[in-house]
C-alpha cells in the first residue's frame, strides 16, 4: 500500500495478466500500476533473492527481496528504461520474471562472465531485487515531506475571470444558475463533483487535482463544500473592476 501522504485515498500496487491490450508502455512486460481497491490483484509474496535462504523468518530492511505477484508469478521488475512525465525523469516499473530457467541460458551466463547456479532457487538478476529502506531514526519517519502544489488557485480564478470577462455579462447570471440547478437540496452549497461540472457547461475544463486546490480555497470550515455565493462573489469583484479600468 502506498504512502497515506501521497492521495486521499489508499492506494494498492495492483498487476492483471499481460495483454494485446493491456501491458507496460515501454518494455512490453505485465504492467504494474497503483489501484484504490485492495483485490487479489493487490497481493504480492515476499520472497528472498537466492543465496539469501530466510523463509519464515521477519523480512528485514536493507536486503535484496523479490516481490512475486501473487496471482500470475510474475516478479516485480525495473529494467532501468528511463521516461519523462509531470514528476520529472522516472524509471518504468512492470512485472516479469527474469530467473534463469533453462541450462542453456545458465551455459551462455557463464560463457559471459555472469555468476550462476543449476539448484533451486534459480538465479534471479537485479533487476527483479527491492529493498525495503527505512528512516535514520523514528523522528525522521513522522516528518512528511508535502511537494509544492503544481496549481496555484489565484491563477486559477484568474484565468477564470478572464474566460468571463470575454464572454461578457450574463455569464455570471448563466454560472449562478447551473449551480443552483446542481444544489439539489438547496443549501447553498456545492462539492468537488458539482463545481467540476458546473463550470465545464461553460466550456471551463478543469482536472480533478486543479478543481482540488479551488476546494481547499474556498472551502473555510473544512466541510468538503464550498458556498457558491462566496464563489461568484470572488469571479463577479474582478469582471466588475477590469471593465471599471476599460472605461
Same mark, same amino acid.
Given at each position: 500500500?502506498?504512502?497515506p501522504?501521497i492521495?486521499?485515498?489508499d492506494?494498492? =500496487? ?5 495483454? $494485446?491490450?493491456? #501491458?507496460a508502455?515501454?518494455s512490453?512486460n ?7 481497491? &485492495?483485490? #487479489?490483484?493487490?497481493?504480492?509474496r515476499?520472497? &528472498? ?5 530466510? #523463509?519464515n ?9 523479490i516481490f ?11 529494467d ?6 509531470d ?10 520474471a527474469?530467473?534463469?530457467?533453462? %541450462? ?20 534471479? &538478476? ?10 535514520d ?11 509544492? $502544489? ?8 484568474s484565468?477564470?475571470?478572464?474566460? =468571463? %470577462?470575454?464572454r461578457?455579462a450574463?455569464?455570471i ?7 443552483r440547478?446542481?444544489? @439539489? ?6 462539492d ?6 458546473? =463550470?465545464k @457547461?461553460?466550456d471551463?475544463h478543469?482536472?480533478e487535482e486543479?478543481?482540488?486546490v479551488l476546494?481547499?480555497?474556498f472551502?473555510? @470550515?473544512?466541510?468538503?463544500?464550498i458556498?457558491?455565493? @462566496? ?5 463577479r469583484?474582478?469582471i466588475?473592476r477590469?471593465? #471599471?479600468?476599460a472605461?
Open positions: 500500500m502506498s504512502n501522504h492521495n486521499n485515498k492506494l494498492f =500496487l495492483h498487476s492483471v495478466p499481460i495483454t $494485446p491490450l493491456a #501491458y508502455r515501454f512490453r505485465q504492467e504494474v500500476c497503483l489501484h484504490v481497491q &485492495p483485490t #487479489y490483484n493487490t497481493v504480492w515476499i520472497m &528472498p533473492t537466492p543465496g539469501n535462504g530466510y #523463509y523468518e521477519p523480512v528485514r530492511a536493507d536486503v535484496p527481496l512475486e505477484h501473487c496471482q500470475t508469478q510474475q516478479y516485480l521488475s525495473n532501468h528504461i528511463t521516461y519523462r512525465n514528476f520529472g525523469n522516472e524509471l518504468e516499473v512492470s512485472a516479469k527474469l530467473a534463469t530457467n533453462s %541450462k542453456t541460458q545458465i551455459l551462455i551466463g557463464e560463457q559471459t562472465g555472469m555468476k550462476t547456479r543449476e539448484s533451486c532457487p534459480k538465479a534471479v &538478476p537485479e533487476q527483479n531485487h527491492w529493498t525495503f529502506v527505512l528512516a531514526s523514528p523522528a525522521a519517519a513522522e516528518v512528511q515531506q508535502e511537494a509544492e $502544489p503544481r496549481y496555484s488557485a489565484d491563477k486559477m480564478i484565468d477564470i475571470k478572464e474566460t =468571463l %470577462k470575454k461578457g450574463m455569464m447570471r448563466g454560472i449562478a444558475r447551473v449551480f440547478i446542481l444544489d @439539489d437540496n438547496k443549501n447553498r452549497q456545492i468537488s463533483n458539482e463545481l467540476l461540472w458546473g =463550470l @457547461d461553460f471551463i478543469l482536472n486543479q478543481v482540488a476546494m481547499k480555497h472551502d473555510t @470550515d473544512g466541510q468538503g463544500t458556498n457558491f455565493d @462566496d464563489f461568484l462573489v470572488a469571479l469583484v474582478s466588475i477590469l471593465w #471599471y479600468v472605461e
